[in-house]
């Protein structure tokens, strides 16, 4: 038997977050100075200020319960 007869193609790692992690995201929205944050909970808001965004994030759970959503008019009811 040669070495290459026993080579076993390497292992992929598999793709995302591993199982139970609390992943939170923070993107640029392209042609703004503007930052949008998503906490592992799905909430999301907008930030010019970096620090601020990180702030609102680690905050969890006590960050609003409807964030604002980028791109989208405010609600007329509030």
């Known amino acids: 038997m040669t070495a290459a007869s026993t080579h076993q193609p390497p292992v992929t ?6 199982a ?11 042609g703004s ?18 620090v601020a965004l990180w702030e609102w994030l680690l905050a969890h759970p006590d960050h609003a319960d409807q964030p604002d959503q980028p791109d989208q008019p405010a609600s007329a009811d509030g």
């Not at 139970?20 to 392209?30: D, K, N, Q, T, Y």
């Open 13 to 18: 790692p598999p793709l995302g977050p591993p």
């Open 20 to 30: 139970g992690a609390e992943l939170i995201r923070v993107r640029w929205l392209p």
């Open 33 to 50: 100075d503007r930052l949008v944050g998503t906490c592992h909970c799905g909430a999301e808001t907008v930030a010019e200020d970096p």
